[in-house]
């Protein structure tokens, strides 16, 4: 037989009769840590501010105000995982069909209790707790796993892709490492650890190996779409410009209404005008895709610092929603439900913003943001390349990492 500990997690009984609390109390807390209340309200408060910590709902069914099958109710639809029981002087039928259709009861007891009886009900019941529990608390260790798994490889392809785009970018394992340390891996991985428990291994295998190979293909064929050879300095200001008086129309067709705030020609950056063109239709792109409504977007250029040019994409609204956020790092993500083709654009722009010597920061909300910023060197340094190292390897996958420290 399984020995169970009964004092790990409380029983609240909610009843209005102080009496029936009192004796409840004394017949039952040598065996469980019990917790009272007077009223359906005052249970639910116990229970909003416990419910990590109770394991057993034992309810009288009628009391002034609220009924024990309604505060069943909203214990079932906010904290399933607490076991549902109800009590009542009156052998009404009705009251036992609506505590299981309704509240989800796992027992149905009359007044007055059998003391035995119904300990041996509330035993079952704390029992059947701590094994579903149980169950939840080793479903979550393996998806933990499973996640931390399949996040690591597609770190590591990820990597291996900065490397087959060296030859076609400067500074690639700066952007990717970049990439992965501003993503909240930690919130959007947790939300997704349920995707793992009918998770196919072999099939996710091959997926992450197509999902890199495409990546590759993707990012490579940036250079190859257009005219992106040669580089020079660059006025930020008329290639803002430019881009909107060619892409205006369009854009607003989308809902998206672009403007600028822009007006000194002498913010410039080196690099290839038609390359910075596209990574500035690539934001406002995304932009469009991500608030599903229509949106000003205003696009400005002015100075970072004696060696740097920034260009910024604000939107009107006052905040990015997590999902959104999240979506623009799904390229570090497996398991999402982001449509195949919005995964890299983000992580293109990283590419060309580091191959110039700078790199993009997100703004996710006012009053800067929401929105993009990207940084740009002014002339053709490049001082800021790295090359692969184990402790290079170890900083980014701390990142990866943080996720372990959510409950």
Known sequence: MAEYNHQGFRLLYVDDEPQALKMFEIAYRDSFPILTAASAPEGWKLIQDMSDQIGVLITDQRMPGETG??????VQAEYPHIVRILTTAYSDLDCAINAVNLGGAFAYVTKPWEIDGLHGVLKRAMEFFIIRWERNRLLHEKAGSLQRMLVMDRVRGLVTLAAALSGTYRNTLNAVASYVEQANLAGVLQRQKEDLYSLDLIKAAREECETIVFAAQRIANEFKTGDYSGNCPTSLSETINEYIQI???????????????SSDSNVRCFGNKNLLLRLI?????????????????TINAEPASPSKAKITLAVDSPEWKRDQVSSLYSAAIPLHDWPMGLDMDILSVFFIAHHYGGGVKVLDASPVGPGFCVELNVDDTDDSSREVTREWLDDVFRHVELWRNIV
């Open 69 to 74: 099958v309604s505060l069943m109710q909203k």
């Open 247 to 261: 892409n205006r129309d369009a854009k607003s067709a989308d809902g998206v209404q672009l403007t600028t705030l």
């Open 281 to 297: 239709d690539l934001l406002v792109s995304r932009i469009g895709d991500m608030d599903g409504e229509d949106r000003i977007v």
